[in-house]
């Protein structure tokens, strides 16, 4: 065993740290329908997702955040409801 083995195991028992991508890969994806009022429907790959009264909020597959506000918003739909299993 070299040196750098023996840090390893001593600074983190042996587990590995997971890079970002590795746990945003983990984790279950949430395609999230958007209904706008001219008609066009659009979906996001979401991990995250936050809404309220005026805006919908989403951590999309790519790490990047989206905004949309919700008066131009028809509907929208999640494909994993926030009462179901996640498994997390």
Do not use: C
């Not at 809404?51 to 989403?58: E, I, K």
């Amino acid at each position: 065993m070299n040196l750098n083995e023996q840090f390893e195991q001593v600074n983190y028992g042996g587990d590995t740290i997971a890079t970002e991508e590795e746990v945003v890969a983990k984790e279950e994806t949430n395609i999230v329908t958007v209904r706008w009022f001219d008609g066009y429907k659009e979906d996001f790959e979401a991990t995250e997702v936050r809404f309220g009264n005026s805006y919908l909020w989403m951590r999309l597959k790519n790490g990047q955040n989206r905004h949309i506000p919700l008066p131009q918003v028809r509907w929208f739909a999640l494909s994993v409801e926030s009462h179901q299993s996640t498994g997390f």
